[in-house]
């Protein structure tokens, strides 16, 4: 090579290393390479990703800014990465800039072919459309209604049975497997009024159910990806995109043919027993307007993507916490017992275990709600989210965030900050969600406690959540005593889901009420004695 060459070449790494040290002075976060930026920091804690962006975002003290792409033209803006925590940035990004920080360009085209422009993958005004519908349906009775329904039948015949052959026969289930299982019966027959009967006996294969799984790995599998690599990949039919092509038009096509039977059904005769029968979301959409096909299978497919995940990993994680807890186990199980007593009797704790739950005794159930709540705000289901920044701005603790720049908020460290939940931030304890004299469920700020979202985008099905997954987590602990089974180790999943990596594999055994009941009518007789 020539001396003149050279000269060039070295000039030029000298301006790229003197714009490279300028650049990186002026990030807060974990260390950033010449080109690559922070993505060996990425590589290297792949497997305890949440853990490594709480321990970033500890040492700056709520937010940092890291680079992905040390590239010049590209740094500050498409590779610049803001991530917080801070409660006034997640309010200030949730709602009070709300149209500043939509879900954004890249977000959409990952999400594309699986879910369209639904709800869940939508800006502007195809998502206000959307939310505007889904909030009129899941502030109605009968959609509640609906969803105890499908709960309470997916759990006493099927959920229950299986644990207690497992009890029995002293062999260990794979909990979250079951729950998984569980929520997607539960969310299909809420979502567009089908049982796909994934829980049943024998634990069956289900067609859509297997489909929706390829596609849904297939989509996360874009996360990994420069976009630019795994559309080529999709143009040539290469790896995971065969997979997700095959997946998706699988999916379409049975919710096609379910779109098409249930149209036919509601414009038969109108009748109001037809009208009752059909109370699923799909169902509601269809009456409400003229959507497409195809935007009524998006509709679909958006719901079920929500409501399958987030409550059984909430679940997984929350039966993992009690089994390793006694005492909040000892709490939860003699609220149960103290609830059904005073409605059901205290005399046969046979008559507790009689029928399914009702409203008013799990809307009773505040120190279960707590511990439920205690478990997202440790374990959220979805522990890390993005928004993609539109116009420059400046965030409430003083950090620039360019155009074009994307802002990542950590649910998984926003409940695990000292500077907002205190000294304990990493105890599991429930009584930190009740009044003093621990009767009532006392809510956190929603920007502190970010597991059902916040402002405008926050979760239409929170209650529904909650009343789903204080149904199965009280039905079981009424019945069973769950143990994490000898040797099985618990470790999250790096994905977009908190998903326990190896499953979690418990031991079941029947638990006796008998003691409980017993000082239940022993403190009626001390209520009811007569003063000496």
């Not at 015949?157 to 002293?170: E, F, N, Q, T, V």
């Not at 003083?398 to 939940?421: E, L, Q």
Request: proline share 5%; with cysteine.
């Amino acid at each position: 090579m020539e001396v003149g060459t050279w000269a060039v070449v070295v000039a030029v790494a000298a301006a790229y290393m003197a714009w490279f040290w300028r650049m990186s002075r002026g990030l807060s976060g974990p260390r950033v390479w010449p080109v690559v930026g922070s993505l060996p920091g990425l590589v290297q804690h792949a497997e305890n990703m949440h853990e490594w962006i709480a321990a970033n975002l500890r040492r700056a003290g709520g937010t940092y800014q890291t680079c992905i792409f040390a590239v010049p033209g590209v740094a500050r803006r498409g590779g610049l990465v803001t991530v917080t925590c801070d409660p006034r940035n997640l309010e200030h990004v949730l709602k009070s800039r709300f149209d500043n920080y939509p879900k954004g360009p890249f977000w959409h085209a990952v999400f594309r072919d699986l879910l369209g422009d639904g709800i869940f993958n939508s800006d502007g005004e195809t998502w206000v459309a959307q939310r505007k519908t889904a909030a009129l349906e899941f502030t109605t009775r009968t959609l509640r209604t609906a969803m105890s329904r499908w709960v309470s039948r997916s759990i006493h015949h099927r959920l229950l049975p299986i644990l207690d052959d497992a009890a029995a026969g002293k062999a260990h289930v794979d909990l979250q497997d079951l729950l998984l299982r569980l929520t997607f019966d539960n969310i299909c027959g809420l979502a567009f009024g089908k049982d796909p009967e994934t829980l049943a006996k024998g634990l069956p294969e289900n067609a859509f159910a297997s489909a929706f799984d390829r596609a849904t790995e297939a989509t996360l599998n874009r996360f990994i990806f420069p976009e630019y690599l795994w559309r080529c990949k999709k143009w040539l039919g290469l790896g995971m995109e065969t997979t997700l092509a095959s997946s998706v038009a699988h999916v379409d096509q049975y919710l096609a043919a379910v779109i098409k039977a249930r149209k036919l059904e509601l414009a038969g005769n109108g009748k109001c027993d037809t009208v009752a029968m059909h109370d699923d979301l799909l169902s509601r959409f269809m009456r409400k307007g003229s959507y497409s096909d195809e935007s009524l299978q998006h509709v679909a497919l958006n719901f079920i993507l929500a409501g399958r995940d987030t409550s059984s990993v909430a679940l997984s994680w929350f039966f993992w916490l009690v089994s390793t807890h006694p005492a909040v186990e000892r709490k939860v199980v003699h609220e149960l017992c103290a609830v059904l007593a005073a409605s059901r009797g205290a005399h046969d704790p046979a008559l507790w275990l009689a029928a399914p739950f009702t409203f008013e005794e799990l809307d009773s159930l505040v120190y279960l709600k707590a511990a439920l709540s205690e478990t997202l705000r440790l374990y959220p289901s979805v522990p890390e989210d993005s928004k993609h920044v539109v116009a420059d701005d400046y965030l409430p603790d003083g950090t620039f965030v360019p155009a074009g720049s994307s802002v990542t908020y950590s649910i998984y460290s926003a409940g695990r900050m000292k500077t907002v939940w205190g000294e304990d931030c990493l105890e599991f304890r429930p009584e930190r969600w009740l009044s003093a004299d621990g009767s009532k469920f006392e809510p956190h700020d929603s920007y502190k406690f970010v597991a059902f979202n916040a402002g405008p985008r926050i979760c239409l099905g929170k209650d529904l959540a909650y009343l789903q997954m204080k149904n199965i987590a009280g039905s079981v602990l009424l019945r069973h005593r769950l143990a994490v089974a000898q040797g099985h180790r618990v470790e999250q999943k790096m994905s977009l889901t908190l998903f326990m990596k190896n499953g979690l594999r418990m031991e079941v055994r029947p638990r006796d009420l008998a003691p409980v009941a017993d000082e239940l009518r022993g403190a009626d007789v001390r209520a009811t004695a007569p003063c000496a």
